[in-house]
C-alpha cells in the first residue's frame, strides 16, 4: 500500500512540505490529490472540493508540477503554454497571450518561445513546466520534486521562486521533496513520511527540536581552562557542558537558549575569559530526518 | 461535451503527430504503395505478357469464380481487358479498407500509450478536460488523418487506373464507380472508426506502443480475411456485400463507442504503469 491512513490538514497560503525517502507515498498522495488516481479508501477535499465527487473542480483549482517535466518535446515553448492554458480554460485569446507573455517574460524563456520543448536544457525545462503550472493562476500548487535533478544555481532559482509564491501571491503549496534544504527553507510545516504513513509533522525547527533535541550554545574563548567551565556549570539552567580543549571551546547544553545565552556570557568575561565567538549549534533537519527514518525502517 | 476541447486535444496531437516522422511515415507510404505501385505493377505485367483471348482464360482462382453479375460485366472484354477490370475494380478493393485501419492505427496506439512513454500523460490527466473529451479528441486526430490519406489514396488510384483504363478500354474510365463510392465513403469510415475506437482503449490500457499496436494489428485479420476470400473467389465486395458491411461496422462503432465512453477512466491508467 503507497499511502496507509495519512491524514493532512494544510491552511490557505502555507507552504506544506511532504519529506520522505524514494517510496514513501509522496507522489501518490500528489497524484490523489490532484485526481489523477483515485484512492482504494478514505477521502480528501482539495479547496472545499471533494476528489471522488467534483474532480473536475479540483483540477480546475489546483497547478500541479509532476516529477516529470510533462511537456511536449516536438512541440514549442509558446505551444505548450498555449495548450495548456486552453485545456485549464483560458478562453479570451488577448488575456491567455498576456499571461503566457508575463509568464515566459519571468522565467526568462521568452526568446526561447518558438523553439522546440526538446531543444530546451534541464533548467529550462524545469522553468517552463512550473510556468505551466501556474498559467491559470491556481490558488493551490502541488509541487513534486520542483528541484529534482538539477543543477545548484537552477535549484536556487526554483527555491527562491517558490518561497515567493506563498509569500507575495498567497498560493497555498504542497510540496514533496526529499531535498531537505527545500523543506528547510521554504515549508511552514513539514510531513515526514514513510512506508505511506505519517512519521511527525511540525515546523521544521520542531521537528528539529522534537526529534535530534534542542539547539546548543557553543562558546569558544581564546584560552580556556577549568575554571570556567566550573563558572558556566554553576549556572542555573545549564544542564551538561562538553568541553574541546584543543580548540578552546565548550559547547553547552541550556533549558531555554536565549534566556540564559546572555548569562553565560556575562559570567564567562566577568570569570576573565576572553570570548572569540558565540554559535547555537542546532542539528540540521537533515540530520533530523535521517535519524528518524533510520529508526523507522529499524 | 465541449467541442473546443475535443478539438483542443485534436489540434495538440495533430502538430505533435506531423512532426514524429515515426508515425506519419508509415500513414503515407503505405498508402502510396497500395494506390500507386501495386496497381501499376498489376497492370503493366500483364500487357508484357500480351495476355489474349477470351476473358476466362488464363485465370486465376478468382477469375473462375467470378458471381454471374461480375461476369456479366466481362462480356465483350478480351482476357486482359477482363483481368484488368477484375483487379482494379475488385481486387484491389480490400485493400482500400487497409489503409484507414492501418493509418489509424498508428496513430491510435500512440493516443495515450505515446504519452505514456514521453512521460507526459499526467499533465494531460491533471487538466480539467473530460474524460469524453479526452477520448474522443484522441479518437479524432487518428480519424480525420486516416480518412484524408484513404481518400487521397482513392484519389490517386482513380487517377492510376483511370489513366490505363482509358488507353485498355479505349476511352473508357473505370473509376470512380458506386461501389467504390460507397466502399471509400461508407466502409472505411465505419471500419476507420471501430477499429480507432478499440485500438484508443487498448492504448490506454498498455504500457507502451510497441504494445498497443502489437494488440490492435488483431484488428486487420478480418480485412485480411476479406483479401483472402477475393483472392479465392469466396467473396465479393458487390453492392450488396459492401452495403452490409456498411450497416455491420455502423453496429460495431456504436457498441465500441458505448463500451469506450463508459470504460474509460483517467484514474485508471496511471496505476497500471507502476
Given amino acids: ?298 | 461535451m465541449r467541442a473546443h476541447m475535443v478539438m483542443l486535444v485534436f489540434r495538440k496531437d495533430w502538430c505533435e503527430i506531423k512532426r514524429n516522422w515515426q508515425i506519419f511515415f508509415p500513414i503515407v507510404v503505405v498508402p502510396f504503395l497500395i494506390s500507386v505501385l501495386l496497381p501499376t505493377l498489376i497492370i503493366v505485367t500483364p500487357s508484357l505478357s500480351s495476355i489474349s483471348g477470351p476473358p476466362m482464360e488464363n485465370s486465376t482462382a478468382m477469375m473462375r469464380n467470378l458471381p454471374s453479375q461480375v461476369r456479366d460485366e466481362l462480356v465483350g472484354m478480351n482476357a486482359w481487358q477482363a483481368l484488368v477490370y477484375v483487379m482494379s475494380l475488385y481486387f484491389f478493393a480490400p485493400f482500400f479498407l487497409i489503409i484507414p485501419l492501418m493509418a489509424s492505427s498508428v496513430i491510435a496506439s500512440d493516443s495515450f500509450a505515446g504519452e505514456k512513454e514521453r512521460k507526459t500523460i499526467e499533465a494531460i490527466l491533471a487538466t480539467p478536460i473530460s474524460d469524453s473529451e479526452l477520448l474522443l479528441g484522441k479518437m479524432l486526430v487518428s480519424f480525420i488523418p486516416s480518412m484524408i490519406v484513404t481518400a487521397a489514396s482513392f484519389a490517386i488510384y482513380t487517377t492510376v487506373i483511370d489513366v490505363f483504363s482509358f488507353e485498355i478500354f479505349d476511352g473508357r474510365l473505370l473509376l470512380p464507380n458506386p461501389v467504390w463510392l460507397m466502399l471509400i465513403f461508407g466502409v472505411a469510415p465505419t471500419i476507420a472508426l471501430a477499429g480507432i475506437g478499440l485500438t484508443v482503449m487498448i492504448s490506454a490500457r498498455v504500457k507502451g506502443v510497441r504494445e498497443a499496436q502489437q494488440i490492435s494489428s488483431i484488428l486487420l485479420l478480418p480485412i485480411l480475411m476479406l483479401v483472402l476470400g477475393q483472392i479465392s473467389g469466396a467473396i465479393f465486395l458487390g453492392p450488396t456485400v459492401v452495403a452490409i458491411l456498411i450497416a455491420a461496422f455502423v453496429v460495431v462503432d456504436l457498441i465500441v463507442f458505448y463500451i469506450g465512453l463508459r470504460s474509460f477512466k483517467r484514474e485508471e491508467i496511471l496505476p497500471r504503469l507502476s
Avoid at chain 1, 541550556?254 to 572569540?276: F, K
Wanted: proline letters at 4%; glycine letters at 8%.
Fill in chain 1, 1 to 298: 500500500m503507497a499511502v496507509d491512513h495519512l491524514s493532512i490538514s494544510i491552511e490557505g497560503g502555507e507552504v506544506f512540505g511532504l519529506l520522505g525517502p524514494n517510496g514513501a507515498g509522496k507522489t501518490t498522495t500528489v497524484r490523489m490529490l490532484a485526481c489523477l488516481i483515485s484512492p482504494s479508501e478514505g477521502s480528501a477535499k482539495v479547496g472545499g472540493h471533494d476528489i471522488a465527487t467534483e474532480p473536475m473542480k479540483v483540477r480546475a483549482m489546483v497547478g500541479i508540477l509532476t516529477e516529470n517535466p510533462s511537456l511536449y518535446e516536438r512541440l514549442t515553448v509558446h505551444e505548450n503554454m498555449d495548450f495548456f492554458a486552453q485545456a485549464y480554460g483560458l478562453s479570451d485569446a488577448q488575456g491567455r497571450q498576456d499571461r503566457i507573455r508575463e509568464l515566459l517574460d519571468f522565467f526568462e524563456l521568452w526568446e526561447r518561445r518558438n523553439d522546440k520543448v526538446g531543444k530546451l536544457s534541464k533548467g529550462m525545462k524545469q522553468k517552463l513546466a512550473i510556468a505551466r503550472t501556474l498559467v491559470h493562476k491556481p490558488s493551490i500548487l502541488l509541487l513534486d520534486e520542483p528541484t529534482a535533478g538539477l543543477d545548484p544555481e537552477s535549484a536556487k532559482g526554483i527555491r527562491d521562486f517558490v518561497a515567493s509564491l506563498s509569500q507575495r501571491d498567497n498560493h497555498t503549496v504542497l510540496l514533496c521533496t526529499h531535498h531537505l534544504e527545500d523543506a528547510e527553507r521554504l515549508c511552514d510545516r513539514v510531513m515526514i513520511v514513510n512506508r505511506g504513513r505519517c512519521v511527525i509533522v511540525g515546523t521544521p525547527e520542531e521537528l528539529q527540536d522534537r526529534i535530534a533535541g534542542r539547539p546548543k550554545l557553543q562558546v569558544t574563548l581564546k584560552k580556556l581552562d577549568q575554571s570556567l567551565v566550573q563558572v558556566v556549570k554553576e549556572i542555573e539552567h545549564v544542564r551538561e557542558v562538553y568541553v574541546d580543549k584543543d580548540a578552546a571551546n565548550m559547547v553547552i547544553a541550556v533549558d531555554d537558549l536565549s534566556e540564559t545565552t546572555p548569562e553565560i556570557v556575562g559570567r564567562v568575561v566577568r570569570a576573565g575569559g576572553m570570548v572569540l565567538s558565540v554559535n547555537t549549534l542546532r542539528p540540521s533537519l537533515e540530520e533530523a530526518y535521517l535519524k528518524l527514518v533510520r529508526a523507522e525502517n529499524s
